[in-house]
Each structure stands twice: as C-alpha cells, then as structure tokens.
C-alpha cells in the first residue's frame, strides 16, 4: 500500500511537464504517469493501483481541453481531478464544477492554496498530515542535544503515538547507539525511494526500538554516504512521514546548509538546546537571528536550557531571555550519572529510570508537545 499520493501529470509542453513533477516531489507526491494530452489517461485512471490525483493543464486551449476529459471526473469519483489554467474566466470554472473537477488551480500557482487543496487529497485517502515535527538543534557540541532529542522521543512513543526519529548529523550522530540499535539501512539508503515510499520499504528501514516502539531512521555508515542525503529527497521524506506518524524527531545540527534549512523551514517547533554559559549563549543568539531573518515565527523557536542547576556559576536565565528576546521554555537538571549511565546501557533514562528528576523533566516537556497537538486537533474540528 502507498503511503503517498499518487498523481498523473498532463501538460502539452514537456518542460513545464516536468516542472510539474518536480513540483509535486516538493510535496511528497508521487507521479506515476505523465502525458502530453489528456487522450491517455484512461489508460492509468481506471486500473488497480491507479493515481489519486491527475493534474491537467488546460492551456494553450483550456476549452477544449476540458471537453476531452469531461467524462473522467464522474466516471472516476475516487479520483481527484485538478485543472490549471492562465485563463481563469466564469465560463471556464462553471464548466470545471460541472463537469466534477475538484480544484481548479489558477496559473502561476499559489502554494500556500494548492498545499490545501493536496492535504484535502490525503485526507481523502487517509493519508492527511498529521505530524508534528520537532527540531533538537545543538548550540554547541556536547550540550546534550542528543539526549534531549532521544528521550523526548521515547516518551512520547511511549504514550501510544506513533514516533520517528531521524538521526540528521549525517557524520557524527549517534542515536541509533543511544538506543543500542544495529539499524539494516539508514537514510542515505532511502534517498533514492522517496518518490515511491511504500509500507514494505519502510518497514525494512526503519529500525524499531522495541521497549518504546519508536521507529528510526539512522544516519549513514559512512561519511562519504552523507553525500547521498539531499535537500529535495530530505522534504520529500519529510512529507511522507508526516502522513504516517503522529511525531518526527529530527536530531540535527546547528547549520544553514540547505539540507537543515529544510528542517528548520519544515518543522513545528525549533528546539535549541543549550546550556547556560557564554559559548552557548552566543550561538544561541546568532542561530535566533538567523531564524528570524527566515521569517521563523517566534513561536516555532523554543529555549530548553539542558544541565540545569540552581545556584551555580551559570549565567543568570534571565539575561539570556533579555539578550534571545525569548524565554526560556524548559530547564533540565543536571544529573550527570543518570544520563551516562543510559547512554552506557543503550535505554533512554525516561525508560531506565523513569522515576528520576531528570526524567520527569523530560516527560514534562514531552507533555508540551502532546497538549499543543490536542489543542490544534481541538481547534481544526
């Protein structure tokens, strides 16, 4: 069964064809088919394992194109016709109605309509996103990012939802050694399935934690495979497995590569960790300047502040909201044994030692997460 959408692409002129079927990869849909004119479709509308969707470009001539595929829509209810056009006048979108076309997409495209119009797709087929997805950014090495990131993961698998998380720094990363996992594939394996991720391929390379039932995805094996994890297939995945899970976990890297613009750009909520002293600070404040001049509302940008402890030499919380223009969301304590001893015995502490204080803090800020999504689901109904 595909978890994706499937779609078939009709445009007479081959290179804005093309254009199309990249466009779509961008969203996670696969393109199964692609014509010159519309005459062909029956071939691919009718049989098992059809599309979902077929986009069909009207122009030169958006009328008669239209009259020849008059009789597929109601024909093939399952199926969601979308016509574009640059004409865009009363006759031409009473005919489209009429006729049963779904959407009626004017030309150039408006992405933030046509994403709309895609999830109303997928939600037909069962397929809507529903993720959130959470970004771990390190603001320096050693803050305990990682741990942060595993943990928040595993409890939130723990309570039922159904969890990814993706191991994002491709040369360094250990989380699958964090859940003492040997993981068959990682995600330079998938790079080149994205445009047809199905059931059985990610069955084989996710690898299940099975205390918690958190999938992952690791990183690559070898350095050079980094080089095989691009930024177009990287949303692509990103699109899929926000139809299949309730959370994606990226534990990434504090970067402005394009590979992790696309996760910053992408996620719910961008988590940087940090620890109280000046180092961190500082690449905290440069890396919030950096979002912003993304346009990265503040409220996808939360503060954890990791190795807490009270009445220490630290920096004074309330300086490094002053100097972020952000508060701090969340304080993990230290208790440095706890988490070593973890990472020693490949269990999450908030599964090893779920009683502990740093374990409860961590379930605390889980909670954040699983309340927000109650609420939107709340609101969108």
């Known amino acids: 069964m595909f978890v994706q959408i499937n779609s078939v692409v009709v445009d007479a002129d081959s290179d804005y064809r093309q254009e199309m079927v990249q466009f779509l990869s961008g969203y996670g849909v696969n393109v199964v088919s692609q014509f010159s004119e519309p005459d062909q479709l029956p071939s691919v509308v009718g049989r098992a394992g059809g599309p979902h969707l077929v986009m069909v470009n009207l122009d030169p001539n958006p009328h008669q194109t239209l009259r020849k595929i008059a009789h597929l829509p109601r024909q093939y209810p399952q199926v969601s016709f979308f016509v574009m056009s640059q004409t865009v006048d009363a006759s031409l979108l009473m005919q489209s109605m009429q006729y049963g076309v779904r959407e009626f997409i004017p030309l150039p495209i408006n992405e933030e309509n046509f994403s709309a119009a895609l999830d109303r ?21 050693g803050c305990g990012s990682t741990t942060v990131a595993c943990n928040v993961a595993a409890a939130l698998a723990k309570t039922g939802a159904k969890t990814v998380l993706l191991d994002m720094d491709l040369v360094r990363g250990g989380v699958a050694s964090y859940f003492d996992i040997r993981p068959r594939f990682t995600i330079a394996d998938v790079m080149e399935s994205t445009d047809k991720l199905d059931k059985t391929l990610l069955d084989n390379a996710l690898a299940i934690h099975q205390s918690s039932g958190l999938a992952i995805l690791a990183r690559p094996d070898l350095p050079e495979d980094t080089q095989r994890v691009k930024p177009n297939a990287f949303s692509r995945l990103l699109n899929v497995f926000a139809r299949i899970f309730d959370y994606v976990v990226i534990d990434s890297m504090m970067s402005i590569d394009p590979l992790y613009a696309t996760a910053v750009q992408t996620a719910d909520v961008n988590i940087l960790v940090m620890q109280l002293n000046v180092p961190s600070a500082k690449n905290a404040e440069r890396f919030v300047g950096m979002l912003r001049r993304m346009a990265i509302d503040s409220h996808k940008i939360k503060i954890v502040a990791n190795r807490f402890v009270k009445r220490s030499l630290d920096i004074d919380p309330a300086e490094v909201e002053r100097t972020l223009g952000l508060k701090i969301s969340h304080y993990i304590p230290n208790d440095f044994k706890t988490a070593i001893n973890a990472i020693n015995m490949g269990e999450p502490f908030v599964l090893n030692a779920p009683k502990a204080e740093i374990s409860q803090s961590i379930k605390e800020f889980s909670e954040l997460f699983l309340q927000s999504k109650e609420a939107a689901r709340a609101e969108a109904a």
């Open 121 to 141: 797709v997928a939600n037909q087929h069962g397929m809507g996103k529903k993720a959130r997805l959470l970004h771990f950014i390190p603001t320096q090495g």
